[in-house]
């Protein structure tokens, strides 16, 4: 290559992305995804801090879509973005420079929405930047890669299964859980699991919360997503409430984040519903056909619902 032919790249964009690094080294991440449970550094917060010492150092970026896929049975979107890299005293950087995105806006229904085109280019423009500029994120902004990681601390193991067989059943349970494809189902499944749902509450507790494990889903969530979807509601903001009747009379009750253990008439009292009387009708009465006590206690039950209504 001859010195002409050498590419010349513009003093004024090079002290300017100089002046960008030196001043934007780290972007925390405030953002926060609900479904997979991990933080992240949303473009929001990283035009916040760039964007001010970008126009500080009159640098300019303007992009421009050079190609973008069709929406894929999956309800993937790709586009490939070109940037001009500019100084605002005229200065052009001599070559483009390129990002590509993929984006996905498919509904739990099975519908593609509009979204996953502005997803893409947002994820485009946003990791373009990081790499641009050579941006850092992190949850603590004092943080150094010296510092060890905070320890997960578990409580003492109490059973009755072992750490082994808890393992064993847990992931049995887990996948029988997406395997159930009704409402019915899924009642029976969590009706014979609950002394295993029991222990993980008392033995691993962040398993069942995602206090010590951020990097997995909450159990709980799972069983709250597969109660909402098996019946049919659409909503997420809330978990649902699901109550079960098992055949000694206590009552299991999801409700938000939380899994109680109550007796009959405590749940009846808390939510008096017909409804609620009717789902478990056959439980009931077989608790009645047992003994006068079970027989007394149902029709307390049922009276007070009756009542309430």
Known sequence: MTGKDTVKYPPSILKALHEIMGEVGYVQKKDRNDFHKYNYAGEGALLDVLRPAMVKAGLLLIPSTRDQSEIDQYGNTSVVVEYTLAHKDGDVWPEKIVAMGMGNDKHKTGGVGDKGLYKALTGANKYLLFKLFQIETGDDPEK?????????VEPPWGGPLTKTDFNK?????????????????????LMSAKLLLEQMQRDRPGLWDGSTHPEKRAFKDIIAERTVELSGEQSQEHAPTLSLVYPDGEVVRFQDDKMFFVSLEAAVKTSPEIAFIAENAKTLDGIASKSDAGAAK????????????
């Open 144 to 152: 150094t890669e010296s510092d060890p990681p905070p320890p997960v």
């Open 169 to 189: 059943a847990l992931k049995e349970l887990n996948g029988d859980l997406w395997a159930c494809t009704d409402g019915d189902q899924l009642t029976g499944l």
């Open 298 to 309: 149902v029709k307390t039950v049922r009276d007070m619902a009756s009542a309430a209504a």
